[in-house]
């Protein structure tokens, strides 16, 4: 399975900015996709993530509740981050990761950390200025 991550860049507090992922070589029907990142000096942390078949609602960290959007279009090879009202804080490196679940998983609040997941993007910068 190889993920490539698109989208990032540069923008203003308040901005938004829409990450893609889109996802080639795999060969099973039942996964989840998420989305982690890094900024300089700190350990890469848990975004957002969402799975297929439904394994419960998509999940987020808190501190992008209600300002981050994670999707997966019918189209099952790209999934994609709504990153809007930006802050700062939000500046690292973005990475979106995969790994295959049982189709009858429920997730919960799993799924959460760097060692849950199997196959890693390449990362995406976001800047965002204050």
């Known amino acids: 399975v190889q993920l490539q991550a698109s989208g990032g860049g540069w923008v203003q507090a308040g901005g938004s900015l829409r990450l893609s992922c889109a996802v080639s070589g795999r060969t099973f029907d039942s996964y989840v996709m998420g989305w982690f990142r890094q900024a300089p000096g700190k350990e890469r942390e848990f975004v957002a993530r969402?799975?297929?078949?439904?394994?419960?609602?998509?999940y987020y960290v808190d501190s992008v509740k209600g300002r981050f959007t994670i999707s997966r279009p019918y189209v099952k090879n790209t999934v994609y981050l709504q990153m809007n009202s930006l802050k700062p804080e939000d500046t690292a490196v973005y990475y979106c990761?995969?790994?295959?679940?049982?189709?009858?998983?429920?997730?919960?609040?799993?799924?959460?950390?760097?060692?849950?997941?199997?196959?890693w993007g390449q990362g995406t910068q976001v800047t965002v200025s204050s």
């Open positions: 969402i799975s297929w078949p439904s394994g419960g609602s998509p």
């Open positions: 990761a995969e790994a295959r679940i049982s189709p009858t998983a429920q997730l919960g609040a799993t799924m959460t950390t760097v060692h849950s997941y199997d196959y």
